[in-house]
């Protein structure tokens, strides 16, 4: 006698729930990163020295807005600066400020940032 496994039929809405919920769970994860430091670290690395205290209101005219950027720009703007790729404008200042910060740290305070 042969015996045959029986599967469930998921069907199109359940396939489109789990899509859906897939969806969700990754669009989470720059708000879980936020939710974990974020704006503690952007405090204790100094920035709102320059760009004010939520990056959305920077203290000189020429410092830019950094509150609602895309958080990967951001991140691949510091990490410029940091590693010396990025050498224009105000980098240079920008440069000393973010050396000892962590690629870790940065996806922290960008995803915070991207969130204002």
């Given at each position: 006698m042969k015996t045959c496994a029986v599967r469930p039929q998921v069907g199109r809405r359940g396939t489109h729930r789990l899509l859906i919920a897939s969806l969700l769970w990754i669009a989470s994860a720059p708000i879980l990163a936020a939710g974990s430091g974020g704006a503690a670290l952007y405090k204790s690395k100094g920035c709102p020295?320059?760009?004010g205290e939520d990056g959305s209101h920077p203290v000189i005219q020429d410092y830019p807005v950094i509150a609602g950027q895309n958080a990967n720009y951001l991140l691949r703007?510091?990490?410029?600066?940091?590693?010396?790729?990025?050498?224009?404008?105000?980098?240079?200042?920008?440069?000393?400020?973010?050396?000892?910060?962590?690629?870790?740290?940065?996806?922290?305070?960008?995803?915070?940032?991207?969130?204002?």
């Open positions: 020295t320059c760009h703007q510091m990490r410029d600066i940091r590693d010396g790729r990025r050498t224009n404008g105000l980098s240079q200042v920008m440069r000393e400020a973010v050396a000892p910060v962590t690629d870790e740290e940065f996806s922290s305070i960008s995803a915070w940032l991207a969130l204002r």
